[in-house]
């Protein structure tokens, strides 16, 4: 197997233990077991034993362990992000992905290995979900839907975003403004999402942000407005629902 980035935690500075604790707290607003269980191949893949397999709800104590765990939890966020996508923005962000992995310029051992990767990472996404649409996580490492190369979605994002950034405050506290960033793309998430899924995306929005200060109800009347405005911004525009 190739050697995969071992910095895939949100921040190298981030302990393990406070990585698995940010998962185990499903504050990406993915339930745990779920994410757990998707992990299974990345657990292999990192050498883990197969009787370590099922992830404890409590911080494991053993040291290499929790590495381990959290560096496999955090991969499997990745491609979680990366399977919420529909077929054609895969196909897209796939050198993303491959890059956040393997680097810009992998060795053809490597990239064979990879494309073997992304097969049982699809293969166990379909047993945890059943093929069925789930939620993107918030506040995901890899931003897909926003390209680097594609700055103009970036100021659509700001342009959709703009009333949770006119609060003062945003300019003076890095926190604050960290905040209003992961509720729109929250919220921009949402807009996109079909029917079918809506509501459960809704809750899942209002779950993870639950422990910010705003209560259930503010979360939710602050989202669906958000849908609202996304709607009159760009309910003309076929390309932004697919960005």
Not at 81 to 102: H, N
Request: aromatic share 12%; with cysteine.
């Amino acid at each position: 197997m190739p050697h995969y980035r071992s910095d895939m935690s949100d921040d190298k500075s981030t302990s393990s233990r406070d990585s698995y604790e940010f998962f185990l707290s499903e504050r990406n607003g993915i339930p745990f077991e779920q994410l757990a269980a998707f992990a299974q191949p990345l657990l292999e893949l990192f050498d883990v034993d197969p009787h370590h397999w099922k992830l404890p709800k409590r911080i494991p104590a053993e040291a290499e362990l929790l590495d381990s765990y959290s560096s496999a939890l955090a991969a499997a966020e990745v491609f979680w992000s990366y399977f919420t996508l529909d077929i054609p923005l895969r196909k897209k962000f796939t050198p993303e992905l491959r890059a956040y992995f393997v680097g810009d310029d992998p060795a053809p051992h490597e990239e064979a290995d990879f494309s073997l990767l992304i097969s049982c990472m699809e293969e166990q996404w379909l047993k945890v979900t059943g093929g069925r649409p789930v939620p993107a996580p918030l506040g995901s490492p890899i931003e897909f839907p926003v390209s680097r190369d594609e700055p103009e979605q970036l100021e659509v994002l700001a342009l959709f975003g703009e009333p949770l950034l006119e609060d003062p405050e945003c300019l003076s506290d890095p926190d604050k403004l960290e905040f209003a960033m992961e509720r729109i793309n929250a919220y921009w998430r949402l807009a996109h999402t079909e029917k079918p899924a809506f509501n459960d995306t809704l809750d899942e929005i209002v779950k993870a942000f639950s422990r910010s200060g705003m209560s259930d109800k503010e979360i939710r009347d602050e989202a669906l407005l958000m849908v609202e405005r996304y709607t009159l911004l760009f309910r003309d525009d076929e390309d932004g629902r697919n960005t």
